[in-house]
C-alpha cells in the first residue's frame, strides 16, 4: 500500500527528535480542540504588506509535518508573501530552510518571529495549518470505503489553499511539497486552479523559500502539539508506569522511547487517548498482543429465531388467545361496545 510505503521512507529519512522543552508555542495551537482530538484549521491575519492592496501578486508554499508518528497529530502549513519578497526576506535575510536541517531551537525562533507584531516576517508573510488529529486519521483510515493517508493530504491542502482564496490574497505562484507522486497530485490542482502556476515537487521544503518557511510551521505547530499532549497525559498520570518511561519521545514508531511508552502505558481494553494513531502498525501490534490475555464474555442470545412479533409488545397477555387486529390496542374492540 503506497500510504505504507511512504510512512516507513519518512520515519528513515527524518530525525527522531523529542520536541525540545521551552518551544515556542503558536496561535495554531488550539488546545481545547487538540486534547478532544478534533482536527481544525487555523489562518492568520492577511499581512499588512498584502491587505494594503490585494492586487499584489503572491507566492505561496505548502508542507507537512508528522506523517509518519504514531503518537500525535498530522500539520499542513500554509505559507504565502508577495512574489518580489520572498527570496530576499526568507532565504537572504532569515535563511529559512528545510525544517530538518534547522535546530529546534532556530525553528522555534523563527515562528516567534512570524507570529510577533511588527516584525518583517509579520508584516509581510500569512500563513495557516490544518492539524489532523491522530484521533480522525486513524477512524479514517480504518473504515471499510478506507480514507487514506494521500487523500487526507490533498484534501486537507486544498482547504487550506481555498481559505487563503477566499480572503481576497492574489496568489499567483503555488509550491508544494510531496512524498508520492508529484505530476498526479500537480494535475489534480491545476484543474482546480487553471489560472495559477502550481508546481508540486518532492524535497520542495529545500528548494523553495516559501516552502522551507511553511515546513517551519508545520513542524513548530507539530512540537507544540505533541508536547501540549504529553503535558496534559502527565497531569492525568501517576503511578509507576509514568515514572518507569518519562517521556515518549519523538513518536516516531522507530524510536525506542516511543515504543516503550506505547507497551507501558496501555489499557488492556481500550488502548490509549486521542494522542494515538491506532490504525499504526505499532499500536495494532501492542493491541494485539495484549488482547491475547484478556476474555471477553459475550451475553448468551435469546434463541428466538426472529418470532418475536411487533403485536407483542403492544397486546395484553391472557390465557386466551386473541385476534391481533383488535387486541392491537391492549383492550378489545368488542368490550368497548359493549360500554355503549
Known amino acids: 500500500m503506497a500510504d505504507t510505503q511512504d510512512i516507513q521512507m519518512e520515519t528513515q529519512e527524518s530525525a527522531l527528535e523529542t520536541p525540545p522543552p521551552g518551544i515556542f508555542v503558536a496561535p495554531s495551537v488550539h488546545k481545547p480542540l487538540l486534547f478532544d482530538g478534533e482536527s481544525y484549521s487555523h489562518f492568520s491575519p492577511i499581512p499588512?504588506?498584502?491587505?494594503?492592496?490585494?492586487?499584489?501578486?503572491?507566492?505561496?508554499?505548502?508542507?507537512?509535518?508528522?506523517?509518519?508518528?504514531?503518537?500525535?497529530?498530522?500539520?499542513?502549513?500554509?505559507?504565502?508573501?508577495?512574489?518580489?519578497?520572498?527570496?530576499?526576506?526568507?532565504?537572504?535575510?532569515?535563511?529559512?530552510?528545510?525544517?530538518?536541517?534547522l535546530t529546534p531551537e532556530v525553528r522555534s525562533d523563527l515562528m516567534r518571529k512570524i507570529c510577533t507584531k511588527d516584525t518583517d516576517l509579520y508584516n509581510s508573510c500569512g500563513w495557516a495549518t490544518r492539524l489532523l488529529s491522530a484521533r480522525d486519521i486513524s477512524a479514517h483510515m480504518s473504515q471499510p470505503a478506507q480514507y487514506n493517508l494521500n487523500a487526507q493530504a490533498m484534501d486537507a491542502t486544498i482547504d487550506l489553499i481555498k481559505g487563503v482564496l477566499a480572503q481576497g490574497v492574489n496568489v499567483k505562484e503555488i509550491y508544494i511539497d510531496t512524498i508520492g507522486k508529484p505530476e498526479i497530485y500537480q494535475k489534480k490542482l491545476e484543474r482546480i486552479w487553471p489560472t495559477i502556476r502550481i508546481t508540486v515537487a518532492k524535497k520542495a521544503d529545500s528548494l523553495y523559500p516559501v516552502v522551507s518557511a511553511a515546513s517551519v510551521c508545520a513542524k513548530v505547530t507539530r512540537d507544540a502539539a505533541l508536547e501540549a499532549c504529553w503535558e496534559a497525559r502527565q497531569a492525568t498520570t501517576n503511578g509507576a508506569a509514568a515514572d518507569a518511561v518519562p517521556t515518549w519521545g519523538s513518536g516516531y514508531p522507530s524510536d525506542a522511547k516511543t515504543v516503550a511508552w506505547l507497551k507501558q502505558n496501555m489499557d488492556p481494553v481500550f488502548g490509549w487517548g486521542n494522542e494515538c494513531r491506532f490504525s499504526w502498525g505499532t499500536a495494532k501490534q501492542e493491541l494485539e498482543v495484549k488482547n491475547k490475555e484478556i476474555t471477553v464474555d459475550w451475553p448468551v442470545e435469546d434463541d428466538t429465531n426472529g418470532s418475536v412479533r411487533i403485536t407483542d409488545h403492544f397486546i395484553s397477555k391472557s390465557d386466551e388467545a386473541g385476534d391481533e387486529l383488535v387486541d392491537w390496542f391492549g383492550s378489545r374492540v368488542t368490550m368497548e361496545m359493549e360500554a355503549f
Not at 491587505?51 to 497529530?73: I, K, Q, S, Y
Open 48 to 101: 499588512s504588506l498584502v491587505a494594503n492592496d490585494l492586487t499584489t501578486e503572491c507566492v505561496l508554499g505548502v508542507d507537512e509535518a508528522g506523517r509518519g508518528p504514531v503518537l500525535g497529530p498530522m500539520v499542513y502549513a500554509l505559507f504565502y508573501l508577495p512574489l518580489q519578497v520572498q527570496q530576499s526576506l526568507l532565504a537572504e535575510t532569515h535563511h529559512f530552510d528545510d525544517s530538518k536541517v
